[in-house]
């Protein structure tokens, strides 16, 4: 069924969609378009609906009421109509893959499944694994691939039959930054060389600044949408004078929407000139032939925020259970407060705090129940557990919620509880595995804000996370990739020794960004899309700012601005990334 109120721009129109999964919405009233020819970004937190939301314009599930218009049919009536126009990759790393079966065997499946004629699909299989640079690996089956390489994979079956549409689900998370980078070269091709509209969800806000517009989620509902820059625009600009991120536009259309106050800026936290907490040297871990974790070193100091970043599987979760005494080290020598690993665990115990990346507290039990039974784990009496358990409420913010079960808190409120459970017995180390993945940006800032106030407290910090944004906040951090540490430093140290190693990246802002792209990448292939802005790896600005200039003019392209930006955080972790890989 055509939709009348299409336009010849407008490729997909949801219209008041909603969802109830047993008298619980999982989205209320949403209502957008989205214009042919761009990447639409769903953004927000676990829980916030996108999945629901994504399901529904793929025609996989039916709203409870709306309509949802895709290629001119209305999906709510005819999901069929649309499945030959439409490419969908389902949230979790390679979940549409077969482990048993090889990268070729894969695309085979796929090929078949859609129909592909044989000569289309071998010509659309040698492209889609050359753009991926998955060729080397055709043999390879997909249980044996990394996360990054698995999601290439996922995002080349879904694509054989090369689809008008393609809804990708959360297709980043976890990943490496260089396959993160791959992945959007690829999307972007697509973009401008075939006309392509990708409508994707995912809980990176730096990553999502890539999208040319995005419509922002919290509990089920919009908060906010609209083109990407002009959102960030509206917003203003950040302390430095620096244009607003995407983070703070949703944390300022969360306090819109909630009338909650807006949140402080994290305090700049000074590295402490202090005695050393945990020492490790050489700390490896092998399972079976596979090493996981591969000679680490490193010093942290007391009252320190020290940051472990990288990919999942890049090693961060099994030098904390090392740690932590979890695991058992296969060589190296590390101790934590002068005691040595693997020796004295009782008196270790004492001393540390850990919250745990999938399992931290028990939803079945009570705020309090939950508090009093971690209070009994780390062997606390009765008279402190009891002058403890107020100020764990307070923390939380959960004062007068004792009694409410912790299955029903918001995933922001149970993690700052984990966190409580954590530094209930006064710890003098804390282990924080992921705390804030998931949360939503409000929740996430107030969750630092509360790490900040405890390493201000002497409490030494180690924080895992895959959100490259959040090492701003930690006065040291480690990039893991593949089990070793590729670089060691203050955030702004390693930028800028990536940048200096590197070069900076020059912005390039056009109207006809997809054209102007095409232009600039024939000359310079290193170059890639942020959007609708094009970023060029240079070492010599200015001459290469003339170059571009001269190529985009006598192309006949119309150009609005070239100008010098530093590198990101992402940036620095691929460039220490391929340097460790040049020298292994």
């Not at 893959?97 to 695309?107: F, I, Q």
């Not at 240079?538 to 003019?553: V, Y």
Request: glycine share 8%.
């Amino acid at each position: 069924m055509a939709a009348s109120s299409l336009n010849g721009q407008t490729l997909i129109a949801v219209e008041q969609v909603s969802r109830v999964f047993r008298s619980r919405p999982a989205v209320q009233n949403v209502s957008f378009t989205v214009p042919a020819g761009e990447v639409f970004g769903l953004l927000g937190p676990d829980g916030a609906g996108k999945s629901t939301l994504m399901q529904i314009m793929a025609g996989v599930l039916r709203p409870s009421q709306g309509r949802v218009y895709v290629a001119g049919y209305d999906v709510t009536v005819d999901p069929e109509a649309i499945k030959s126009r439409i490419g969908y990759m389902p949230q979790g790393l390679g979940l549409n893959l077969y482990d048993a079966l090889t990268v070729s065997e894969n695309l085979d499946f796929f090929g078949r499944l859609r129909e592909v004629p044989p000569d289309l699909f071998l010509r659309h299989k040698t492209a889609l694994l050359q753009a991926t640079q998955l060729t080397p690996f055709v043999d390879r089956p997909a249980r044996h691939l990394s996360g990054g390489m698995r999601q290439k994979l996922a995002l080349c079956c879904a694509l054989i039959h090369l689809p008008q549409i393609i809804f990708l689900d959360e297709p980043t998370t976890g990943v490496d930054p260089i396959s993160r980078r791959d992945f959007w070269l690829i999307i972007n091709r697509l973009v401008v060389e075939q006309g392509a509209t990708v409508v994707m969800t995912t809980s990176y806000l730096d990553e999502a600044e890539r999208c040319h517009r995005v419509a922002l989620m919290h509990r089920g509902r919009l908060i906010a949408q609209g083109e990407t820059t002009r959102l960030q625009t509206e917003a203003g600009v950040d302390p430095q004078g620096r244009v607003s991120s995407l983070e703070e536009v949703f944390i300022r259309a969360m306090t819109r929407e909630t009338a909650a106050a807006p949140p402080a800026p994290i305090p700049q936290c000074v590295l402490p000139q202090t005695q050393p907490m945990i020492r490790v040297e050489n700390l490896t871990k092998r399972f079976g032939s596979f090493v996981a974790v591969a000679q680490v070193s490193f010093t942290i100091h007391q009252g320190e925020i020290f940051g472990f970043l990288g990919p999942n599987g890049a090693g961060k979760t099994t030098v904390i259970k090392m740690l932590t005494g979890i695991l058992r080290p296969s060589s190296g020598t590390g101790c934590i407060a002068g005691i040595p690993l693997g020796q004295d665990g009782s008196s270790i115990k004492v001393n540390l705090g850990y919250m745990s990346q999938k399992f931290s507290l028990y939803r079945d039990l009570s705020v309090a129940e939950n508090i009093r039974l971690y209070g009994r784990v780390y062997g606390m009496n009765r008279a402190d557990l009891a002058a403890r358990l107020p100020e764990i409420l307070t923390l939380a913010d959960l004062e007068g919620q004792a009694d409410r079960l912790a299955g029903d808190l918001p995933l922001g409120i149970r993690q700052r509880l984990a966190l409580g459970c954590a530094i209930l017995h006064r710890p003098r180390v804390v282990f924080l595995d992921e705390p804030t993945s998931g949360v939503d940006p409000l929740a996430r800032r107030q969750f630092w804000h509360l790490i900040c106030s405890l390493a201000a407290q002497g409490i030494t910090i180690m924080v895992s996370t895959h959100y490259l944004d959040e090492a701003q906040f930690c006065q040291r951090l480690a990039f893991m990739h593949q089990g070793r540490i590729v670089a060691l430093g203050a955030p702004e140290e390693l930028r800028r020794q990536a940048q200096e190693a590197g070069g900076e990246h020059l912005e390039i802002r056009s109207p006809r960004f997809g054209q102007v792209f095409q232009a600039v990448q024939s000359k310079y292939p290193r170059a890639f899309l942020h959007g609708s802005r094009i970023h060029v790896p240079t070492k010599g600005a200015e001459e290469d700012r003339w170059r571009l200039q001269r190529l985009l003019a006598a192309a006949g392209l119309p150009v609005t601005s070239i100008e010098v930006v530093a590198l990101n955080m992402e940036d620095a972790f691929i460039h220490f990334i391929q340097e460790q890989e040049h020298v292994h």
